[in-house]
């Protein structure tokens, strides 16, 4: 029955729901955490550069899926805002944010992360996490809550920028875009969003403030057609500039599609000639180069899209007020229109040309999230793309970890409270199925939410079903309440995004590692910069972090602390002939030179000396290196008249020193349990005594002491 629970860790809790007060305070708590999780899911899909309705697709599965297979009993699963900037970073590169392209990837990666999340649990090596040291996880997530909450500025000031190479760029466009272009019934809106969580959460936490924001600030675009919409005619517009730049993404889409079959048909010809000839064959080494130059063309193809296109977007125009609808009115580029004329700007946001007149999709006012689609997402097998799925796999090995390491944290927090067993390797199963199913139901990369655990924990969740409930309500609002969603405000969304991750910024955290260590705190400072200074690409923050903590680590391990014992008030007669040291740590291939040079130093201080004693109570472990540098100082020594005396060797090193040959070849009797066994052998034989006149008693207290 105990192999079974370990697989089905549910069957543990489940028979606590037969007690009415345990369910209903599940049922509660589930509730309670879907009125959090539905609106900052959608938030966070839009943080991934998602649609908003796929937060919702992310909030269905995982959260039930991580709850019945993983060990935590409160952990809330769901999209987080580390592990959806880090998705967005990682896909945009790849395909436009948005596209059909860019979703297939999003799913691909939650296939990748569970996949990798599930291995590392089912063969316990759980432990690998803990490569990513506090320090690095402090200094990379106080950088990410500042990336995340600048990210949705321009949401917030209602302008739209092109995405620079380095985010603090974009931020800076932000910034002066939104100094002459700022919308202000957005801006508005986002401050009353503002103003309903941060007010509601100061009178009563209890009230959960972000749906009554979403509540208040839908209801209120519904009533005061916050967003207007409209297609009109591109023959309409005055600038003939403005026409040929929309007419040239026709022709740079047709382009597109065109080389992008025309490269997959060169691509079976590669793997072709690859397969019969080799890949040295002219024909293939031909192909090749037909490849990568398809490739390069694409890649210009896609950046002059991208950039003709934003600057489509960004260009206002100018229509006289209330005239969007009439086939025949012009439409001016906005400060090129007729002087005399009442009109309101509008922006382009899509292009339509299967009609018969070419179509451009307008937009007034804020934005919103629009039509959701209804019902349940379609449960599929997302395609297994070997070459998709190795692009993805370094990014999805560090959301993978770095996703765990986050809900294992706050699980163990709930753990320490509610008294419960916590299985690391267990939870990583749960999350890593999580994230598998989630991928069949299109989910993006899903973790635990510290958020949305506090609330479940703190409205008496007892068991995972409080989960279960959780996604019941989201299957409840996919089904039937999406409609209502419609004219929910983009600037809402990226208050809450800005609301949640206030609690990520924590400064305390590294000046706390500074003075625990300073090495620590120059981690933590060091990530936290190139994190700031590389980003979108967050990766490269937290492998630079990783490979200079351990770095660091190995400086600290090269030198440790090695100690000269001297007992000259108990030795007077013979001490010049004993040295004693102890070496403190580990003995391994970085720091066996130190421990080289220490004992030469003391053969330099000690010229009569005859015996040295190895005083190894401190030696936890040693590794090949040390053995064999142990093995040499030993025959070194005893070649120049020497002595080499072991005490308090602790049992693993023992054993290893024993199956090597060494305690033979060196000799057991040089081996002592105590230090005062080994300097009374030295003095028996110094000094020719049968016993030693030195009181045990106060040798033994002597070298307990040192």
Not at 93 to 111: C, D, F, H, Q, T
Not at 523 to 541: E, Q
Not at 555 to 565: A, D
Request: aromatic share 8%; charged share 15%.
């Amino acid at each position: 029955m105990t192999a079974i629970k370990r697989f089905l860790p549910f069957l543990a809790w489940w028979p606590f729901l037969q007690e009415g007060k345990n369910l209903k305070a599940d049922i509660l708590a589930g509730i309670t955490v879907a009125l959090v999780l539905i609106p900052q899911s959608m938030a966070y899909a839009q943080l991934a550069s998602l649609p908003a309705y796929y937060g919702l697709y992310a909030a269905f599965l995982p959260p039930m899926v991580a709850a019945l297979f993983g060990s935590s009993r409160q952990l809330a699963t769901g999209p987080v805002a580390v592990v959806s900037l880090m998705t967005a970073a990682a896909l945009e590169p790849l395909a436009s944010a948005g596209s059909e392209g860019y979703i297939a990837y999003a799913i691909v990666l939650s296939l990748t992360v569970g996949l990798f999340q599930l291995s590392l649990g089912l063969l316990r090596l759980g432990v690998l996490v803990n490569f990513l040291s506090h320090p690095v996880v402090i200094g990379f997530t106080n950088a990410a809550a500042i990336i995340i909450a600048t990210s949705q500025l321009s949401k917030i000031f209602g302008v739209n920028v092109e995405k620079m190479p380095h985010h603090y760029e974009t931020v800076w466009h932000v910034i002066l875009a939104a100094i002459d272009h700022i919308h202000w019934p957005t801006f508005m809106m986002a401050l009353l969003a503002f103003a309903i969580m941060i007010g509601l959460k100061r009178i009563n936490p209890r009230i959960p403030n972000v749906l009554a924001a979403v509540l208040v600030t839908t209801v209120l675009s519904y009533m005061i057609g916050f967003q207007q919409t409209s297609e009109v005619s591109i023959n309409r517009l005055v600038s003939y500039e403005l026409q040929t730049a929309i007419n040239n993404q026709t022709t740079l889409a047709t382009q597109i599609e065109e080389n992008t079959q025309k490269r997959q048909e060169t691509q079976v010809r590669w793997q072709d000639y690859f397969d019969d000839f080799g890949p040295l064959d002219q024909r293939t080494l031909e192909a090749q180069h037909d490849l990568d130059d398809i490739e390069a063309l694409l890649t210009k193809l896609k950046r002059q899209q991208k950039s003709a296109w934003f600057k489509i977007k960004e260009t206002q125009l100018a229509i006289a007020v209330g005239a969007e609808a009439k086939a025949d009115e012009k439409i001016y580029v906005k400060g090129e229109e007729p002087e005399g004329i009442e009109v309101q700007a509008w922006r382009i946001t899509g292009l339509n040309f299967e009609k018969e007149t070419n179509q451009l999709s307008i937009h007034s006012g804020g934005k919103v999230v629009g039509t959701i689609p209804e019902g349940l997402p379609v449960i599929k097998i997302p395609s297994f793309d070997w070459e998709i799925m190795s692009q993805l796999l370094i990014t999805a090995v560090t959301i993978a970890l770095i996703g765990f390491m986050e809900a294992i944290s706050i699980a163990k927090t709930m753990a320490a409270k509610t008294r419960q067993h916590l299985d690391a390797n267990q939870e990583l199963v749960g999350q890593g199925l999580a994230n598998i199913l989630g991928s069949f139901s299109q989910s993006y990369p899903t973790s635990g939410s510290f958020s949305r655990s506090a609330v479940n924990i703190s409205n008496g969740a007892v068991t995972g079903f409080s989960s279960v409930v959780t996604s019941i309500v989201v299957v409840i609002t996919l089904l039937w309440l999406t409609p209502l969603l419609f004219h929910l405000p983009q600037a809402t969304l990226a208050a809450v995004i800005m609301m949640a991750v206030a609690g990520l910024v924590n400064i305390s955290g590294i000046k706390h590692a500074w003075h625990a260590c300073p090495h620590d705190g120059v981690v933590s400072i060091v990530t936290f910069v190139i994190t700031l200074a590389v980003a979108p690409h967050l990766d490269k923050g937290i492998m630079i972090g990783v490979g200079l903590s351990l770095v660091l680590f190995l400086y600290r391990t090269m030198e440790p602390r090695v100690v000269f014992i001297n007992y000259r008030d108990l030795y007077k007669e013979c001490w010049d002939k004993i040295g004693m040291v102890r070496f403190e740590g580990s003995l391994y291939f970085a720091n066996i030179g130190y421990f080289e040079e220490k004992i030469q130093q003391l053969l330099s201080e000690k010229q009569e000396m005859k015996y040295v004693v190895i005083e190894c109570v401190s030696l936890n472990d040693i590794d090949a290196s040390g053995e064999e540098m142990i093995r040499k100082t030993a025959e070194t020594l005893r070649g120049e008249g020497v002595e080499v005396l072991f005490s308090r060797v602790k049992t693993p090193v023992k054993k290893m020193l024993t199956e090597t040959g060494f305690v033979h070849t060196h000799g057991e009797h040089l081996f002592f349990r105590r230090p005062e066994l080994a300097l009374k052998h030295i003095q028996k034989q110094v000094c020719g005594k049968e016993e030693a006149e030195t009181d045990t008693a106060t040798l033994k207290q002597a070298t307990d002491d040192a």
